[in-house]
């Protein structure tokens, strides 16, 4: 613990008592919902707390220097959970109209930044703003940027060589409120790509969402007290995989490489040092997991066995096949070491797999195995994301607590259900 308190402080060495304007940010944008828990990987990661700006899908944080800036950004790629991508931001500045846009663009220094020969790609968003035309506002930024590539590196014809056999350079701009933000993307694939999951099954969860559902119903914190993790319908096992790395220390990003390893103003060894750090990070095994996945399907089955195998933790699931309308709590509670069990669900529902009725039946299933008179069943906790309205009547209770978040472009609630008839009395 020493070793990583001073390991997580050499970012950064003063606290600053005023907020000011740094010359570089760190952002990672998420999903809607999802920023508190960011926030909080950010400052577990070892990032002072006045460093730190939460809005609406996204945490940025505030550095000092370029080279600050690569290894926050080399870091948080391989320890967030939750964030979608790791941006770099290298410039901000104000543009009511496309001549501004094309002045603030031109005056930053490329030159610094952008690899020779590399294809930049651009794209972005504007919002509430004068400059709100992407496409003119794509174009116009390209122009900038190729001016002043062409112009400081002595290039007579005014064109800038870009080579796909070199390497893409991906800005991100985004115009709010007639400020623009001009952010590298050092991730590349999205981070909800963890590198085990390259077999499909239909309607997937996102990676980044189940880690989240479950740091949301304290999969951590109760665990080391003999609770074990049951997905009734597991798919292809996303749940059960990313609470095995949760409760190892597994970093999610282990198993796969990001796109700054390429650019040049991060490069191979900050990411090969963070690499190293987060190998570190590896719980040793004091007590076996009891997670549990099941599912109907042998085919969905297998796929969640043959990522797990990737993952490097198939040693820490039980797979089952079994039908949840057959489920029997006396079972699943004799499965676990103190008879204590949560279940996290994200059963197919009518807009991705299933009919309207069939889903609805679905839930009344498991409202029957889980939430029997209306009431949680003793050594039980209970979540479960849907997008159904109805879906609190369709399981028979209503929920102890809910949080709107959304599963692609599918807005769901995260339903969830702890207090048990004994504790609270009849719920009302």
Known sequence: MEEKNQRDAELNTEVNPERRDFPYRVLLPCLFGLESLVRDEVLEAGILEDRVVTADGEVALDCESLSEAAEVAA??????????RVLLELARFPATNFDELFDGCLAIPWENYVDPSFVIVLKGYSRKSQVYGIPSAQRVLKKALVRRLSEKRGLA???VPEDPRSGQFHLHFAIVEDRVSMAVDTSGDGLHKRGYRPLRVLAPLRETLASAILQLSFLEREAAYGEGLLDPCCGSGTFLIEAAEILRGIA?????????????IM????????REYARRLLHEETQPLCLIGQDISEDALHAAWQNAGRAGVEDCIQWRKADLRQLRREELLAATPKQRLLVVANPPYGERLLTPEAAGKLLQSLGQLILP???????FRFSLLSPDP????????RSDKRRKLYNGMIKCNLYHYFRHQSEA????
């Open 252 to 264: 999610p990003g282990l198993k796969r490489h990001f796109a700054g390893e390429k650019l040049q």
């Open 157 to 159: 014809d005014g064109r």
């Open 75 to 84: 870091r948080m790629n391989f320890r967030s959970r939750c964030a979608e």
């Open 373 to 379: 008179q209306g009431s949680l069943a003793e050594g």
């Open 267 to 274: 490069g191979q060894a900050v990411f090969d040092r963070e």
């Open 390 to 397: 109805h879906c609190e009547e369709a399981l028979g209770a």
């Open 425 to 428: 009395g009849k719920r009302k």
